[in-house]
Every structure is written in C-alpha cells, then in structure tokens.
C-alpha cells in the first residue's frame, strides 16, 4: 500500500528520488504512466499489468474502443529504478504534467499506485478531496 504525502524534486537529468516507504513496495521497474487528472501515476508491475488485462477484458466486451486501449497504451513507460532509488521521467511525462527539472513535487500514495503532482495542482485537488462529501469509509456511518 502506498501512503503519505512527500516533498520530492526533479533533477536536472529529469530523475525522481522515490520516498524509501514506495521503494521496496516497487522493486526494480515499474509503470509510469500520464494520467487523466495531470499528475504522473506510478505502479508496481503486477499491479499494472492486471490493469492492462482489465483494459483488455473491457475491450474484449465492448466496453472500451481499441482506439482507447491503444491511446493509453501509448502513454505508459516501463522504468528501471535505479540504486538511488530514482525513476527517470522523460520530456513527455514531465509535460504532461507540467513538471521541470530542478523542480519541486508532491509525490502522494494513492493506496494501489503512486501520483506525481506539480505542487500548486496537488493542493488544488487535495483541498477539492477534502470538501467532497463524505463517503462511508472503514465500516463507519
């Protein structure tokens, strides 16, 4: 499970330090794929993978248009993480997400995944996630 909230930047060679908690639940490649709210979302493999043959499921169903599974398809990267415990971000999903390099970002859990988020977007939807209206949550209510 991925949790918590950290302070993280960017190098200038487009690298990001994952907070040490994420490392181990990563291994040593993962998925980074661009997501649809503007942050940058980070999976284990299997965790990915099982997504991916969902997304094939759906097809499969007539639920979702190849022309869908191929546009997300095209906006995933499989990714080494360094020694360091670095992930490179290339131009793209840096764009994507309006990240430079040498700069500060959020990097939040997001129980089965990892986002990252320029600062300012990730206060903005933190404050939106913080005034919706509760939902039943860990049996409570």
Known sequence: MFVGVHDRSIDEKGRLALPAAFRSELG????????????????????????????IDQEKRGELTRTRRRAVAANVTLVA??????????????????????SS???????????????????TVQVEGDHEEPARVWGDG
């Open 105 to 123: 970002v959020k990097v939040a859990g997001m129980f089965d995944a990892v986002e990252v988020w320029k600062p300012e977007r990730f206060e």
């Open 81 to 102: 993480i360094d020694k360091q415990g670095r992930v490179t971000l290339d131009e793209k999903v840096r764009a994507h997400a309006g990240l430079l390099s040498s």
């Open 28 to 55: 040593d490649r993962c998925y980074v794929s661009l997501d649809g709210e503007g942050c940058v979302t980070i999976r284990e493999v299997s965790e990915f993978e099982a997504h991916a043959r969902e997304l």
